[in-house]
């Protein structure tokens, strides 16, 4: 009978040391999403795993600590090398407009049309709110938009109206955060975005995040 028990009680403490090592190493670790940046990609209160082994690349969900050592999780748009732009919200990398389906942008759309798409806003809990007694924005990503196979425009700030909330480098150079670049990423950083385009305190706003900086990669 004890044998069991002492099996047992090895491989549960294995476990736990294996699961401490990879908390204080990082190379496995877990985090609980708490903010609205990254939907619909994650919602808040969802926990992602992520791993220090895994390398940053685009397209990579990562977890980085800020100057007050605070931890934030978005995706890498570029890395080191890299000329990145954004224009009327929409990302270009390399001078290639970026396929983003799983980005939210947000969309000005007539009452009478959000009608019509009742059925696609049920389906895909597509949030709304009133601009107005005739139009409604809407949050959705590229692919919803073109089921609705209706003519819709991502609502972006004028190139012509900079705004200082932004980081100063973008700012200075008369951007805004939905028009910015063409710029270059410096060596060993990353150009980082919220999957939830308007609602995301981002690389558009306090600029590049440093290699060093770079905790671990989300790996679900």
């Known amino acids: 009978m004890k044998r069991p028990i002492l099996i047992t009680l090895a491989?549960?403490?294995?476990?736990v040391a294996v699961w401490l090592i990879g908390m204080a190493t990082h190379w496995l670790e877990f985090y609980t999403i708490s903010s609205t940046s990254n939907q619909?990609?994650?919602q808040p209160g969802s926990i992602v795993f992520a791993s220090s082994l895994k390398k940053t690349d685009r397209n990579s969900v990562i977890v980085f600590k800020r100057p007050n050592n605070s931890i934030w999780i978005f995706r890498c748009i570029a890395k080191g090398g890299?000329?990145?732009?954004?224009?009327?919200?929409?990302?270009?990398l390399n001078n290639v407009l970026?396929?983003?389906?799983n980005v939210?942008?947000?969309?000005?759309?007539?009452?009478?049309?959000l009608i019509k798409i009742k059925d696609i806003?049920?389906?895909?809990?597509i949030p709304s709110r009133k601009i107005n007694d005739s139009v409604y924005a809407i949050l959705a990503t590229s692919k919803q938009v073109k089921e609705s196979h209706l003519n819709l425009q991502?609502?972006?700030?004028?190139?012509?109206?900079?705004?200082k909330n932004i980081y100063k480098g973008f700012y200075n150079s008369g951007y805004n955060e939905d028009n910015i670049g063409p710029i270059k990423v410096p060596e060993d950083s990353f150009f980082v975005l919220g999957d939830s385009r308007h609602d995301a305190f981002d690389s558009r706003f306090f600029g590049f995040v440093k290699a060093e900086d770079v905790i671990a990669i989300v790996l679900n």
């Open 104 to 113: 939210w942008n947000e969309y000005s759309i007539r009452k009478s049309d």
């Open 121 to 125: 806003i049920e389906l895909n809990k």
């Open 98 to 101: 970026v396929n983003e389906p």
């Open 40 to 42: 619909p990609t994650y």
């Open 154 to 163: 991502i609502n972006a700030r004028p190139h012509f109206e900079p705004n």
């Open 82 to 92: 890299d000329q990145v732009e954004i224009r009327e919200g929409q990302v270009y």
């Open 11 to 15: 491989v549960v403490c294995s476990l």
